[in-house]
């Protein structure tokens, strides 16, 4: 229990933190959405589908962002030892998993219309989906291995050896693809946003933010209070042994 | 013993394990031919639709058969006591997994290697690719070996870590996998291989450094 | 009626009212798992805590 870096003093964080994250989080979806369904912007290349990527853009980029927290926490615990690191890693995979999954479900539908198939092996869906593929096998190593510490230690490592493979795989990926087809991007050649757009993407990735924040927060709070039980679990045991 | 008695003795010991009855090269080498025979009868025994698909089935079923040698790199002397005994050697945890991962390399990759191009035969692989077919693995495997030691190291203590190890390796293995395909395909068609073989070799460069620092830090975590 | 409200989207209405749906579901289905976890464990360290005499 000495390892536990005072939880109480990180509930009380998480708790003042939580309100505030919740409200941002609800103000910038609703403002989104409602920019999004009055905005009368249609694009020419795209038509109406451009409203997937208020869904498609913030997912993705969350889902890589979710990635790259999973590794510096992971840096910080085999540096450091810092027991909140682990337990952050823990709580962010799922998250960053569902966000990782809907960024590919939205390319799917967002790819039908402009290409006519659901899926083309594009550089960046397909580099999506080796990304699910690495938090798959994060979650999994986590639930196989008994030993926290050790688990704690090895999902540390397979955290930071995915993410210096991950730029190699990307870039390998997108080599690969422009051996099999031409280039071609869901955004198209100009990365560029129209004005009329930017307000409501930005204000969907701000939500998008905060609602990784909340749930990070939150499942990190669950994820102490299940080692709690598992502490007092094994002290009544004891206890119940010595009598 | 000096660090490099250890050394060359440790890989001396696996390969001549690995060569011996029971031990991954043999196991490794039917599964090889196993597998690559069943494409023909999965796809058809079309030659055109066979050469086609000829190099990456090569490849990937090398990749495959690799990982089945892997499981094995540090549980058979976990079992025996070895790695108890390993750990006594003048030699870093680093220096033991670079060490073994060499020896995996030399007994099990290599011996696919050689039977690579008699498969490609069989898949009726264009003439232009059997060079850059062996070329691509020799260049293209350590990485295999060196980043699959880390899969191996992390599920030592796990009981069937062999599928779990497959799900974190593989997704590891397709930069190695991409760049090799478009090695022998480059030559087949007949344009310059010289990029294809310079990113491959990189990330076999990158895998042989970086990867022991992984292997030791999962198996110091594994033995405690 | 409501659609009425809502802008035509033409031909592609159902990707994206799928994608929109999709993520209604992954969202707040994550958040509905993460928050009730997170009030069973809970309610399991009270529970277990001694009670105070």
């Known amino acids: ?243 | 013993m000096s660090k490099s008695t250890a050394f060359m003795g440790l890989m001396r010991r696996d390969i001549t394990l690995a060569f011996s009855q029971g031990g991954a090269t043999g196991m490794v080498l039917a599964f090889f031919l196993v597998a690559v025979t069943l494409f023909p009868f999965g796809v058809g025994a079309d030659l055109a639709v066979l050469a086609r698909i000829s190099v990456g089935v090569i490849w990937v079923t090398a990749l495959l058969s690799c990982l089945l040698s892997l499981d094995r790199l540090f549980q058979a002397d976990a079992e025996d006591g070895s790695l108890d005994d390993l750990a006594l050697t003048p030699l870093s945890w680093e220096m033991t997994v670079f060490a073994k991962s060499i020896a995996h390399w030399v007994a099990t990759i290599l011996p696919l290697i050689i039977l690579a191009p008699i498969l490609g035969g069989l898949l009726n692989m264009a003439g232009d690719g059997y060079f850059m077919l062996v070329l691509s693995l020799i260049i293209g495997t350590p990485a295999l070996s060196f980043i699959g030691a880390i899969g191996a190291a992390l599920t030592l203590a796990i009981r069937r870590g062999g599928v779990l190890l497959a799900l974190l390796i593989l997704p590891l293995y397709i930069p190695t996998l991409i760049f090799g395909v478009s090695a022998v395909e480059a030559a087949i068609a007949g344009e310059s291989v010289q990029a294809h073989l310079a990113l491959l070799g990189a990330v076999s460069l990158i895998s042989i450094l970086l990867g022991p620092l992984a292997s030791a830090a999962a198996l110091k975590m594994s033995l405690e | 009626m409501m659609m009425d409200f809502l802008p035509d989207m033409g031909e592609y209405a159902n990707y994206i009212w799928g994608s929109y749906a999709a993520a209604a579901i992954i969202l707040i289905g994550m958040a509905v798992i993460t928050v009730l976890s997170h009030k069973r464990k809970k309610a399991e360290v009270q529970r277990l805590k001694p009670k105070r005499g």
């Open chain 1, 1 to 243: 229990m000495h390892k536990f870096a005072n939880p109480a003093r990180f509930n009380r964080l998480a708790n003042a933190i939580l309100p505030w994250a919740t409200g941002v989080m609800v103000i910038a979806f609703t403002y989104g959405l409602y920019l999004i369904f009055t905005n009368s912007y249609v694009d020419s290349k795209q038509g109406e589908t451009i409203a997937i990527m208020y869904v498609h853009v913030p997912a993705a980029m969350l889902s890589m962002g979710a990635y790259a927290s999973i590794a510096i926490a992971s840096f910080v615990y085999l540096v450091w030892r810092h027991p909140l690191a682990t337990i952050a890693g823990r709580a962010m995979a799922p998250i960053g998993a569902g966000l990782t999954a809907l960024a590919l479900i939205t390319g799917m539908l967002w790819g039908e219309p402009m290409w006519g198939t659901y899926w083309v092996w594009d550089a960046r869906l397909t580099g999506m989906l080796v990304l699910l593929f690495l938090y798959i096998g994060y979650m999994a190593l986590w639930s196989a291995m008994d030993d926290a510490e050790k688990a704690a230690r090895a999902t540390a490592i397979v955290a930071l050896v995915g993410a210096v493979n991950l730029p190699i795989i990307k870039y390998s990926v997108e080599w690969w693809n422009t051996l099999h087809q031409p280039a071609s991007s869901l955004l198209g050649s100009n990365p560029n946003i129209h004005p009329d757009l930017q307000a409501p993407l930005w204000a969907m990735v701000i939500a998008f933010q905060a609602y990784f924040a909340v749930l990070t927060l939150v499942g990190m709070k669950m994820e102490l209070n299940r080692r709690k039980i598992i502490a007092l679990k094994s002290a009544r045991m004891h206890s119940a042994g010595g009598e």
